[in-house]
């Protein structure tokens, strides 16, 4: 059994006895092997790109098994949040992890709003861990890694940063270089003002990009930049280790969000 799992203190069912509950803030699972499973809504084949579909489903879903409702009412999957990532996944009582065990965890997946950053809340606090593992990194370390991203290619300002963390409070979005869907109210990393080019790049894509400088080495060139200007190396490898442990799943870009 995973650590995190042992840790839950929360009643371990089987895959195939969990039906879908009531949905408000992220429904978040731990399997036994510490696998984390975060859902934030159902991907539908005709969403319009106006409604905002993260901590959404049908009310009429609750208490069924994912196989009820699924291809029959409409809906691709489910979305999954990892790592920063927004992904398509199955529900945790589909049949290739039936047979493991889950708890699952009392918590909410809060957004960027005027007076919060995004953060994962266990008992009115944030559970850094559990945010990691949603979105990659906090809210504070993503805002560090930025600004020493900034500083090391010679464009910190102080007054209007660029590279910074933010979200979008009118509309949803697609990351100019991975085509991935950001929605409404998410965070991401604009590199210039909204109407410009690299305005919009979402979490996984920035990871990476920051990932292919590092040549995943905190001792690499770029590396050692980013620590000459105020990186700490164990961020640096909390940004090597991001994605490493869920592989193989589908991003959800614009197009599948946004269908023509």
């Known amino acids: 059994m995973g650590e995190l799992f042992n840790q839950t203190p929360t009643k371990a ?8 509950g009531e949905k408000y803030g992220g429904e978040i699972f731990f399997s036994e092997y510490d696998e984390l499973f975060c859902y934030s809504g159902v991907l539908k084949i005709a969403d319009d790109r106006s409604i905002d579909i993260l901590n959404k489903w049908p009310i009429n879903m609750i208490g069924k098994h994912s196989s009820d ?3 029959a009412k409409g809906i691709i999957n489910f979305i999954r949040i990892v790592d920063g990532r927004i992904v398509l996944d199955d529900y945790v009582d589909a049949q290739w992890c039936s047979d493991r065990l889950f708890k699952k965890i009392k ?15 266990v008992n009115n606090d944030e559970d850094e861990v559990l945010t990691r593992a949603v979105f990659g990194l906090t809210y504070s370390e993503l805002s560090r ?14 007054y209007q940063q660029y590279p910074r963390v933010t979200r979008s409070i009118q509309s949803a979005n697609r990351c100019d270089i991975t085509g991935a869907w950001i929605p409404k109210n998410y965070p991401y990393i604009t590199f210039a003002e909204s109407d410009r080019d690299l305005s919009h790049i979402s979490l996984w ?6 990932q292919l400088l590092m040549r995943n080495s905190a001792k690499s060139l770029f590396g050692q930049l980013l620590i000459k200007f105020g990186a700490e190396p164990e961020l640096l490898e909390k940004v090597i280790n991001i994605g490493r442990k869920v592989l193989g799943k589908t991003i959800i870009t614009w197009d599948m969000a946004n269908p023509e």
């Open 13 to 20: 069912i089987k895959g195939e006895d969990i039906t879908i």
């Open 69 to 71: 409702i699924l291809n």
């Open 107 to 121: 918590a909410t997946v809060s957004y960027p709003s005027v007076e919060s950053y995004y953060s994962v809340i």
């Open 145 to 158: 890694l930025t600004e020493c991203y900034a500083k090391a290619l010679g464009v910190f300002n102080g």
């Open 205 to 210: 894509g920035f990871y990476r990009h920051i």
